[in-house]
């Protein structure tokens, strides 16, 4: 599995655009990027993954860079609620496994 | 349709107790892992099971069993409970494992945790 770097915390207001990164140099062409987020304590939650297309669902927007070396997460308007870990995940077809896939992901702070 | 359940949401034991952690999914996933989590870390994989009757071992196996009797069931199972065991456990599970055809929306579902307190 390709090795992701993140930053650990990051900032942003109320109502505006939250951009998380994510680098992963060493992306292999079959492997997806695949976002969770988990708020306080409680279990990690799906937001969005993609292979090399710009992804959106209703919480997020995945950009993918044209090399696939890096991905940019967007929450459009964040709100308080949206105070968590973001994890950023690379892996062929997330099959699980033996080795650990969360790491430290970044910390977002959504102020008011 | 529930999801994930884990079953309790806090536990106290004493250093030596035994305790099983319950774990119950209702979406038909061939794929369930336990993973425990540390305050300030990330999530470390314990055991997984690709399906009924087969298990193995994740990153940080010692001191945990588990059995996969059926589709829809992972209890975790701690023999000698140590002040080291202290954590917070998911359950998880995936409609897939490894080597199980799976497509690129193969995505984990985690349960709400069970906060464990050895003293």
């Known amino acids: 599995d390709a090795k992701t770097t993140q930053p650990p915390s990051m900032d942003c207001a109320e109502g505006r655009a939250a951009n998380l990164p994510c680098n992963h140099s060493?992306?292999?062409?079959?492997?997806?990027v695949y976002w969770y987020r988990q708020i306080h304590s409680q279990g990690p939650q799906y937001i969005i993954h993609g292979l090399k297309n710009n992804e959106t669902n209703e919480m997020a927007s995945l950009i993918i860079t044209e090399d696939r070396k890096s991905s940019t997460l967007i929450l459009p308007h964040a709100t308080l609620r949206d105070t968590a870990v973001y994890y950023c995940i690379v892996r062929v077809a997330h099959t699980g496994g033996f080795k650990t896939i969360f790491g430290a992901g970044t910390r977002l702070f959504v102020k008011a | 349709n529930a999801g994930v359940t884990q079953t309790p949401k806090f536990q106290v034991l004493k250093t030596g107790q035994s305790m099983t952690l319950q774990c119950a999914q209702d979406m038909n996933h061939e794929y369930m892992s336990w993973y425990r989590q540390d305050p300030g870390m990330g999530l470390r994989l314990i055991h997984y099971?690709?399906?009924?009757?087969?298990?193995d071992q994740g990153e940080v196996p010692n001191g945990y069993n588990v059995s996969r009797s059926t589709t829809e069931d992972f209890p975790l199972r701690l023999l000698s409970a140590a002040p080291s065991q202290t954590s917070v456990y998911f359950c998880?599970?995936?409609?897939?494992?490894?080597?199980?055809?799976?497509?690129?929306?193969?995505?984990?579902?985690f349960g709400a945790g069970s906060r464990l307190t050895v003293l």
């Open positions: 998880a599970s995936l409609p897939k494992g490894p080597g199980q055809g799976a497509t690129g929306a193969n995505v984990l579902t």
């Open positions: 060493t992306i292999s062409g079959n492997e997806y």
């Open positions: 099971s690709v399906g009924a009757g087969i298990t």
